[in-house]
């Protein structure tokens, strides 16, 4: 018999914020359901509800019929999540183990069940290896071995593959569709329409915290799903900042790097130079030194080269000049804190503290209130806890507080990563007028279409090498600037490449030629 999950009616209140207004949803096993909504739209909450992180204040769930606990032990839902929730210092094969340590004189021993369930999931021969040492991927399947251990019927999978690999994302979607097939229930959460399109059988829009669509068949397609996720919302007017200083202006540059290199050697030794009103992209696949380049301009990881910004020079003016966001957004947040402090939590005592280090309550309430207004960050005020917004809020919310130290640079690791298209456009916002004050943007980015919408320069690396920079302005289309694009990624060209590793900059046909 197939399982099937009702939900009824359920209704979530956070203050004044209404999360959940009433959803009405069938989940059925053997199938794929995907659930998108725009930034705010009550998804995490459902999933927080689902999992027993919140309660509801009405309605009902229903498993085959009969009413079901959130929480319930003896029968739970999986949640997989961006963040595996595991425990690193643990082996793979011990994490499959807590909660079922046995006597305290003897230590717990796997058994064929979970040594089948390893086997199954492609990872037994990493049984014996702590997961800090393992890939997220690996992280991933340790949530889920550690699901099918204890007989889990229900598996919702939350932007799962948003840090993944190509390779590693092809792997977890075949295995979605490996439980759909053997009846278990199956939810995918993304902002990646294309993937859902390709994956799910039905795909739900909640939106206000209702249910507001359901496509599925011929109708299931992805200008169809973007159309119901912007229903309603006031249009935006957008632009690109490009940069407006001229070249021979000295004045203009920010940020100056020569024969800069990270310690380990990810990249090769390299010059590059940021003015005002620049928005650099930097690209290329896991392992090509793009990451590790964006971090040490942050200051965050420790590189050799000389480095001059506005006057200063060197890794201090690096760390005291820029401010650096990482793409794991819960490194740069406090979810047991106020949206308010984490919006001041950057500033130092001149702006925050008064006489004898005490904080004024004041002047961060007044501060972190204009942001809130400025960024259009959805929650009830500055002293709601920031565990209870989105993930679209929560990423506005660090990127406003890297901003408010007001850096020369900002640097930042995939901007929008697990954000709906709502808030995507408002994050490019936010960073385009950032730059056009005068400063300048480093993001690493691995979307075309992301890089296209938010930067005028692009950089893109492959096996540590600047294999080619690009100007955003010279393509009229996101396509003809994905299609240059991908002509460059895993290309390593060292033909006419000056010694010390600066880029050219090429136009559409330059960039093809230059791939050939």
């Known amino acids: 018999m197939t399982t099937t999950m009702e939900i009824r009616g359920v209704r979530k209140r956070f203050g004044n914020t209404q999360a959940l207004a009433g959803v009405d949803l069938t989940l059925r096993g053997g199938e794929i359901l995907g659930i998108a909504g725009p930034n705010g739209a009550g998804k995490s909450t459902l999933t927080k509800i689902l999992c027993g992180e919140e309660s509801m204040d009405s309605g009902e769930i229903l498993v085959d019929g009969r009413p079901w606990k959130p929480g319930d032990v003896s029968d739970p ?9 595991v425990w690193t210092n643990l082996t793979l094969e011990e994490n499959l183990l807590v909660g079922n340590e046995g006597a305290w004189w003897r230590a717990p021993v796997a058994g064929d069940e979970q040594r089948r369930v390893l086997e199954s999931l492609g990872v037994a021969h990493l049984a014996d290896q702590p997961l800090e040492r393992c890939t997220l ?7 889920i071995a550690r699901a099918l ?11 799962p593959n948003s840090a993944l690999t190509d390779e590693e994302s092809h792997a977890l979607f075949a295995f979605m569709h490996g439980l759909a097939d053997q009846g278990y229930i199956v939810v995918f959460i993304s902002h990646r329409l294309s993937e859902m399109v390709a ?4 795909v739900v829009v909640i939106r206000d915290g209702v249910l507001a669509a359901t496509l599925t068949g011929d109708a299931l397609t992805e200008p169809a799903i973007a159309v119901e996720l912007v229903a309603g919302q006031t249009p935006r007017t957008e632009r690109r900042v490009a940069s407006r200083a001229a070249d021979g202006d000295d004045s203009a540059r920010v940020l100056t790097v020569t024969g800069w290199t990270d310690e380990p050697g990810s990249f090769r030794p390299l010059d590059l130079e940021l003015r005002r009103g620049d928005v650099l992209a930097v690209v290329g696949v896991e392992g090509s030194g793009g990451r590790e380049l964006v971090a040490t301009l942050g200051g965050h990881r420790p590189a050799t080269g000389d480095a001059r910004l506005n006057g200063g020079q060197g ?3 690096l760390r005291e000049r820029t401010s650096y966001l990482s793409a794991d957004r819960q490194e740069m947040l406090f979810q047991h804190m106020s949206v308010g402090d984490n919006l001041v939590l950057r500033l130092g005592r001149r702006e925050i503290c008064g006489p004898f ?11 972190s209130e204009r942001m809130i207004e400025r960024y259009a960050v959805r929650t009830s005020g500055p002293d709601q806890n920031l565990s ?12 406003a507080s890297a901003m408010a130290t007001m850096p020369e640079v900002l640097v930042i690791e995939e901007p929008t990563r697990g954000v709906d298209i709502g808030s995507k456009a408002e994050i490019y916002t936010m960073l385009n007028e950032f730059a056009a004050d005068g400063r300048a943007v480093v993001v690493f980015c691995t979307e075309a279409p992301e890089v296209f ?3 005028n320069r692009v950089m893109v690396l492959e096996g540590g090498r600047i294999v080619q920079e690009l100007a955003v302005g010279d393509y009229d289309t996101v396509d003809a600037f994905a299609h240059a694009l991908a002509l460059l990624e895993g290309v390593e060209t060292t033909q006419d490449r000056p010694a010390n590793g600066r880029a050219t900059l090429a136009g559409p046909s330059d960039s093809t030629e230059e791939s050939s």
């Open 357 to 367: 280090a005490r904080l004024r309550r004041r002047e961060i309430r007044s501060r």
């Open 453 to 455: 919408e938010v930067a």
């Open 199 to 202: 994956h799910c059988h039905r």
């Open 77 to 85: 839902i999986a949640i997989v999540h961006q963040e595996p929730q």
């Open 149 to 159: 251990v204890r007989s889990a019927r229900f598996f919702l999978f939350d932007e």
């Open 315 to 317: 890794a201090k003016a």
């Open 137 to 143: 991927a690996v992280r991933q399947r340790a949530e």
């Open 388 to 399: 209870a917004l989105s993930g679209g809020n929560q990423q506005k919310v660090a990127i």
